[in-house]
Each structure stands twice: as structure tokens, then as C-alpha cells.
């Protein structure tokens, strides 16, 4: 039973341009959800959250978006940059405090 | 920023030895750690979820007699493998939460471990 779904395993960009990464989830109790950047034999590094009360998060170059509704989140990356070349997990929380993640997209950014 | 150390990063073992992974928190303290595994292409699955001086939660499908996990202290969990099967073979990451702070998002990753079975 997979709660979260990255259905896309791979993203191709080219550079400057925008990078959507989506993200859907069948729980509706989820209260917060988190994208996390992974390079190889590497841990995921935190890069954006967003609380399920709100809509939109904003960090600099990366947007997340919440359609509570769709049960649908996305990150959005603009400009793209090489240097994001990676795999991006998205997680949602849930209210035992753990964090259930996605299978992961690879977005790769060509100069 | 709060660091997670694991070690080793790297091991490679016969079938049947058992193997034991440590995850440090290097600069804070961690009430809570976590235990994921990852197989080529899939998702971090959490195995368990371990508090210091308490038992191990186990995720359904875990066998805690085969994934030992130890957090005798606020800063060291450790993740023994007991009698590996390549079947075992994975990445294995650990998570630890900053007691300090109560966010969701202040739970920092290790390296991970790299597991061949042999």
C-alpha cells in the first residue's frame, strides 16, 4: 500500500528552465509534508516543507505547492541549475511522528 | 547545521555473519532515531524507530530478531543485522530528531550504509 507516489522516476531540464516535481497521497490525515534532495550513497538532505494548512511555501528557487483536495503536492524548481541534479523524495508526515516517503524522482538538469 | 554520522559507510560480508551499523547524532541530542532501508530504485522504507532507553517500534514486516536496534544513549543507535542472507543486501540510512526543537522537519540523515551480503 503505497501511500505516497512519485509517479515520474526520472525529470530531464534544461537549465534556467522550470522543474516540476509531483507527488501524490492517499492519506488525508497527513499534516505536513517535506521534499528531500539525495544524491548517491548519500543521505537525504531537508529541502522545503509545507503544513497541510497551508497552500504554498516558498525558499528561494523552490516552491511547494498543496492541492489538499487532489491530494497532490509539487515542487517546483526555477531557474534549474546543474547543481540540482539529484533525486528528489517527497515525504508526508503522519500523526505518529513518521515520515512516509515517495519512490523518488531523478531530475536531471542539462547545462 | 545538526550532523548524523553512520558507520561504516561500506561493508561487505559472508552469509550468516551478523553485521552492526552505528548512527551518531555528532552535535545534538537525539531522543528519537530512525532506521530506514532502500533498495536500488524504491523508497526509503522505515524499518523502526527507536528512542533511547526504550524498546525498538518495529514496521509491520520487520523481524526484530533479525534487526537488532540498541540507542543507549542520546546520541548512539546501533542497527545489528544478525545472521545476513544476500537478501539483506541494501542501503541503510538512519534519521535522528533534535530533542530542542519540535518541528517535522528537524529529523537529519546519515550517510547511510551500504550492506553486500555475500
Known amino acids: 500500500d503505497q501511500q505516497v507516489k512519485q509517479n515520474s522516476p526520472s525529470l530531464s531540464v534544461q537549465e534556467g528552465r522550470i522543474s516540476i516535481l509531483n507527488c501524490d497521497y492517499t492519506n488525508s490525515m497527513f499534516d505536513y509534508f517535506l521534499w528531500y534532495k539525495k544524491y548517491p550513497a548519500e543521505g537525504p538532505t531537508f529541502l522545503i516543507s509545507i503544513s497541510s494548512i497551508k497552500d504554498k511555501n516558498e525558499d528561494g528557487r523552490f516552491t511547494v505547492f498543496l492541492n489538499k483536495s487532489a491530494k497532490h503536492l509539487s515542487l517546483h524548481i526555477v531557474p534549474s541549475q546543474p547543481g540540482d541534479s539529484a533525486v528528489y523524495f517527497c515525504?508526508?508526515?503522519?500523526?505518529?511522528?513518521?515520515?512516509?516517503f515517495g519512490q523518488g524522482t531523478e531530475l536531471s538538469v542539462k547545462p | 547545521g545538526a550532523v548524523v554520522s553512520q558507520h561504516p559507510s561500506r561493508v561487505i560480508c559472508k552469509s550468516g555473519t551478523s553485521v552492526k551499523i552505528e548512527c551518531r547524532s555528532l552535535d545534538f541530542q537525539a531522543t528519537t532515531m530512525f532506521w530506514y532501508r532502500q533498495f536500488p530504485k524504491q523508497s526509503l522504507m522505515l524499518m523502526a524507530t527507536?528512542?533511547?532507553?526504550?524498546?525498538?517500534?518495529?514496521e509491520q514486516g520487520v523481524e526484530k530478531d533479525k534487526f537488532l536496534i540498541n540507542h543507549a544513549s542520546l546520541t548512539l543507535s546501533t542497527l545489528t543485522v544478525t545472521s545476513a542472507h544476500p537478501e539483506d543486501s541494501s542501503f541503510y540510512i538512519c534519521?535522528?530528531?533534535?530533542?530542542?526543537?519540535?518541528?517535522?522537519?528537524?529529523?537529519?540523515f546519515g550517510p547511510g550504509t551500504r550492506l553486500t551480503v555475500l
Open positions: 534519521s535522528a530528531r533534535d530533542r530542542r526543537k519540535f518541528s517535522t522537519d528537524t529529523q537529519y
Open positions: 527507536s528512542n533511547e532507553g526504550s524498546k525498538a517500534t518495529y
Open positions: 515525504a508526508a508526515h503522519n500523526q505518529g511522528g513518521k515520515l512516509i
